[in-house]
């Protein structure tokens, strides 16, 4: 087992930056490859980042791609989210998960531990 603390979120204006926190605990989270989704209100949960076990693969999708970075600090089981010039359309809840595969992945599905979330309000 696995348990996720997502910190972090908060109200921003447009252009500003917020970075994230996943805290993890239980049974070696840093084994796990994480990834970061996010659900705004009447909309589906959409993937945003993942990243190796290692730290040294990363993907992101098209709409955050050069202005969100991911990354992990295995010694303090806990991955980041930096989130730059933000928007308003970044505005939602922002969840942290475990994959459950030895890869990154895009897919919900093969996420396995789930954070709690975090909400992200970003004002025009």
């Known amino acids: 087992q696995v348990q996720l603390v997502e910190s972090g979120g908060g109200l921003v204006q447009a252009g500003g930056s917020l970075r994230l926190s996943c805290a993890a605990s239980g049974r070696e989270p840093s084994k796990y490859p994480m990834g970061w989704f996010r659900q705004a209100p009447g909309k589906e949960r959409e993937f945003v980042a993942a990243i190796s076990w290692s730290g040294v693969n990363t993907q992101y999708t098209g709409s955050v791609q050069g202005r969100f970075t991911t990354s992990r600090d295995n010694a303090e089981n806990t991955v980041y989210l930096q989130m730059n010039s933000l928007k308003p359309e970044d505005s939602a809840v922002y969840y942290c998960?475990?994959?459950?595969?030895?890869?990154?992945?895009?897919?919900?599905?093969?996420?396995?531990?789930w954070g709690q979330g975090t909400q992200v309000t970003v004002s025009s």
């Open positions: 998960a475990a994959n459950f595969y030895n890869r990154t992945s895009y897919r919900a599905d093969d996420y396995i531990y």
